[in-house]
C-alpha cells in the first residue's frame, strides 16, 4: 500500500520510557545524578506549552482572520503534570510551592517568595541507542517553574500514595523576551565494546 509506510528512521527518533523529573540536569554531559532526582512518578507525564495569539486583523474591513503579517504571539502558558509515587521534604516543598523547610517539617506561607521558584528537567530516553554512556534523549527544561496545582495526596488500602503535581513555568522581569522552556533532542550513538 502506497501510503502505509512510516519513516525508515522511526526507531532512530522515537522517545521511549517515562522518562524522569530532576532539579538539575546538563544536556552536554547527559549524565543523572541521584540527588537531582525529584521523585518517581505513575502514568508518565504530561507537558504543555500553549501559545496565545493576538489577530490585529480580527477588526479591520475586509481583512481575513488570520492574517500572517497581523498575527501577533502574546505570551505561552507552559505546565508540567503527573503523579509522584515517592516523596521526601523537598518534594513535598516543591509541591506545596510558597512554603519553608526545616528538617522533616514543610511550613506553607500566604506569600511568594523569588526562591519558591525553580528550574524542573524532564528527560527522556530517545533514539534506537540509549545505553548508559552514550545514550539519545529528549530534554525539557523547565525555567521559574512553581507549584500551581496544590498539594493533594490520595492514598489507597494496600497500595501506595499518590501525589499529583502541576508545575507552571514562569517568565521573569530579568528576562522578558526568554521565554521559560527549552527543548533538547540528542540521538544516541554506538557504544565502543569496551564501554
Excluded at 44 to 59: I, L, M, Q, R
Aim: aromatic share 10%.
Amino acid at each position: 500500500m502506497k501510503y502505509t509506510k512510516i519513516p525508515e528512521t522511526a526507531f532512530q527518533n522515537i522517545q521511549l520510557n517515562a522518562g524522569v523529573l530532576l532539579s538539575a540536569f546538563n544536556p552536554e554531559s547527559a549524565t543523572v545524578a541521584n540527588e537531582s532526582i525529584i521523585g518517581a512518578t505513575t502514568g508518565g507525564v504530561n507537558f504543555t506549552a500553549t501559545p496565545t495569539f493576538s489577530d490585529y486583523g480580527e477588526d479591520i474591513d475586509n481583512c481575513p482572520k488570520n492574517m500572517k503579517e497581523l498575527k501577533k504571539l502574546d505570551a505561552w502558558e507552559i505546565s508540567m503534570s503527573g503523579t509522584y509515587v515517592t516523596v521526601d521534604a523537598n518534594a513535598v516543598k516543591s509541591l506545596v510551592g510558597a512554603a519553608d523547610v526545616s528538617g522533616n517539617k514543610i511550613t506553607p506561607r500566604n506569600d511568594v517568595l523569588l526562591s519558591d521558584f525553580t528550574d524542573i528537567w524532564w528527560v527522556g530516553d530517545y533514539s534506537d541507542k540509549n545505553g548508559e554512556t552514550n545514550g539519545g534523549f529528549v530534554a525539557i527544561h523547565m525555567m521559574n517553574a512553581l507549584s500551581t496545582g496544590g498539594f493533594a495526596i490520595q492514598s489507597s488500602d494496600n497500595g501506595k500514595g499518590n501525589f499529583a503535581f502541576t508545575y507552571t513555568a514562569h517568565y521573569s522581569m530579568n528576562a522578558q523576551e526568554t521565554v521559560p522552556f527549552e527543548v533538547y533532542v540528542k540521538a544516541g550513538t554506538a557504544e565502543s565494546p569496551t564501554q
